[in-house]
């Protein structure tokens, strides 16, 4: 059984960074996906970038592909996402997933582990 817990959201105005943490409990096998998700106000959640937990390999959605980085740090367990040059169309809950295996997926369902999600606002 892993739990995430993520943290780092809050407000910042267009331009600007934000570092999001989640951290892991619980372990990592060899073989593990982990993921950013986001979902805005009436909107599905959507894939924002992954990250393989040994191997390292990672994959982002298009939009934030040059913006936003994904690492982490096996020794503490502990994910990450960099977003830079924020925007407004950024604004959403953030949520942090995990899954077994060794292949990216950007289907939600698709995660069996979920984190309870942290806000960011991005003003204009």
């Known amino acids: 059984q892993v739990q995430l817990v993520e943290s780092g959201g809050g407000l910042v105005q267009a331009g600007g960074s934000l570092r999001l943490s989640c951290a892991a409990s619980g372990r990592m096998s060899s073989g593990y996906i982990m993921a950013w998700f986001r979902q805005a106000s009436g909107k599905e959640r959507e894939f924002v970038a992954a990250i393989r937990w040994v191997r390292v390999g990672t994959y982002y959605e298009d939009s934030v592909k040059g913006r936003f980085t994904i690492s982490r740090d096996s020794a503490k367990n502990i994910l990450f996402l960099q977003m830079n040059s924020l925007k407004p169309e950024d604004t959403a809950v953030y949520y942090c997933?995990?899954?077994?295996?060794?292949?990216?997926?950007?289907?939600?369902?698709?995660?069996?582990?979920w984190g309870q999600g942290t806000q960011v606002t991005v003003s204009s």
């Open positions: 997933a995990g899954r077994t295996g060794n292949l990216y997926s950007t289907r939600a369902s698709e995660y069996g582990y």
